[in-house]
């Protein structure tokens, strides 16, 4: 089955950085797009970046355009979000995601703090 699983969260100062990875199983995920979304506590899910199956085109959100980026490795199966010059408002709950066939799917997320 569809998994997606999250990893490379953690406590960070402002101005930090983080690299996360969602490593996905049990589909072709060369055949799909990928995105990344956050969600801080009180606070509406969001998308904050896409990345294409092929093209590897890529859009990200106003409020992280400049600092974060996102790549995949199809070889590998996994999908990165390189997040630079993090600011206390990028504290949230990060959750890889996809959708097959009409699907969502989404990893367990993981916690990312910006804090000093």
């Known amino acids: 089955q569809v998994q997606l699983v999250e990893s490379g969260g953690g406590v960070v100062q402002p101005g930090g950085s983080l690299r996360l990875s969602c490593a996905a199983s049990?589909?072709?995920?060369?055949?799909?797009?990928m995105n990344w979304y956050r969600q801080a506590p009180g606070k509406v899910r969001g998308l904050v970046a896409r990345?294409?199956?092929?093209?590897?085109?890529?859009n990200y959100a106003d409020s992280v355009k400049g600092r974060f980026t996102i790549s995949r490795d199809n070889a590998k199966n996994t999908v990165y979000l390189q997040m630079n010059f993090l600011k206390p408002e990028d504290t949230a709950v990060y959750y890889c995601?996809?959708?097959?066939?009409?699907?969502?799917?989404w990893g367990q997320g993981t916690q990312v703090t910006v804090s000093s």
């Open positions: 990345i294409a199956n092929l093209s590897g085109s890529t």
């Open positions: 995601n996809t959708m097959i066939r009409g699907s969502d799917y």
């Open positions: 049990g589909f072709t995920f060369n055949n799909y797009g």
